[in-house]
Nanobody, 126 residues
Framework: QVQLVESGGGLVQPGGSLRLSCTAS????????VSWFRQAPGKEREGVSC????????YYADSVKGRFAISRDNAKRTVYLQLNSLKPEDTALYYC???????????????????WGKGALVTVSS
């Protein structure tokens, strides 16, 4: 059974930082492209970032470009999302996901995803 597990969410003040982590069981995460999505209350789930498997090619949504950074440590079988300069509008449930492809050509659509984590809550508030 494939399970993606996010960790690292929490409450942070505007302008602060957090780092989310994604690990997997029952699945070789290190072989595939991995994406982060988020869903704010009352809004649709949106793609945030994607990282390819071996060459580390990355893509970002315009709303987070320059503030968020995706990375991976294949030896640890972990994908990270560094969230910097956080704003209240970044408040959302953040999901790790994969469309089981090797490369990111762009941040994938929700419909392309094969496996989802359960999400990690990020709350940006003073």
């Amino acid at each position: 059974q494939v399970q993606l597990v996010e960790s690292g969410g929490g409450l942070v003040q505007p302008g602060g930082s957090l780092r989310l982590s994604c690990t997997a069981s029952g699945f070789n995460l290190e072989y595939y492209a991995v994406s982060w999505f988020r869903q704010a209350p009352g809004k649709e789930r949106e793609g945030v970032s994607c990282i390819s498997n071996s060459d580390g090619t990355t893509y970002y949504a315009d709303s987070v470009k320059g503030r968020f950074a995706i990375s991976r440590d294949n030896a640890k079988r972990t994908v990270y999302l560094q969230l910097n300069s956080l704003k209240p509008e970044d408040t959302a449930l953040y999901y790790c996901a994969t469309d089981v492809t090797l490369y990111c050509l762009r941040v994938p659509d929700v419909d392309a995803i094969h496996y989802w984590g359960k999400g990690a809550l990020v709350t940006v508030s003073s």
